[in-house]
């Protein structure tokens, strides 16, 4: 397995392997406040001076205590509220699974719609089940009762998956390769606690 290198999470000062945690970097120039911008660099592709926090609401909130995000950038820069702040993560794990589900129907290891989920599931290949939220009850169960040792998660809608999928309405889809439903088991977890915990505030 390919080493990933070390992070430590400015809000809860632990050391995670990188793919744990999320970069923030330092954009561009000060404006005429004399302050830099920040950006949820979620896809590690952007240059510039970054920190790494944990993406869980309290290690967020730490980091954008104070002055954290300064110190640790050495730079004075703007800090977004925790409400801006998890609202653009929330946009940019979002885009993430969309972009996994597209590669997964891509690559052709993934089946939509309930016929050829059953198939698939009967097939002993199913990796995780993505539940959309408007799904029917008797779909749903329905899907359970075949399989329920696999991840599962529920997001998005009907409409949001078939336009994924350039289809009209898709209510389930299974996943049919282990690294996709890895990652997309992280994503999927990652947004549930940031929107459970946005909830419980």
């Known amino acids: 397995m390919k080493h990933q290198p070390e992070r430590t999470c400015i809000g809860c000062r632990s050391i995670f392997k990188k793919g744990e945690v999320v970069r923030i970097v330092a954009e561009g120039a000060p404006s005429v406040s004399g302050q830099s911008g920040l950006v949820i660099d979620y ?16 290690c967020i909130r730490n980091a954008l205590s104070k002055d954290h995000l300064s110190k640790a950038l050495r730079l004075k820069v703007k800090t977004p509220s925790y409400d801006d702040f998890i609202a653009g993560l929330v946009i940019r794990i979002e885009e993430r699974i969309e972009s996994l589900i597209a590669m997964s129907a891509k690559a052709g290891k993934l089946a939509a719609g309930y016929s050829a989920v059953k198939d698939a599931v009967e097939k002993e290949t199913v990796e995780m089940l993505l539940f959309a939220q408007d799904i029917s009850g008797n779909t749903r169960e329905s899907v359970a009762i075949l399989n329920t040792t696999v991840p599962h998660a529920t997001l998005f809608t009907r409409d949001k998956f078939g336009s994924l999928l350039n289809r009209e309405l898709v209510g389930v889809i299974a996943i049919q390769d282990k690294g996709f439903a890895r990652a997309l088991t992280q994503e999927t977890e990652r947004l549930n606690v940031l929107q459970r915990n946005d909830r419980q505030h």
């Open 43 to 58: 896809r590690e592709k952007l240059p510039g001076r970054a920190v790494y926090v944990c993406p869980r609401t309290e």
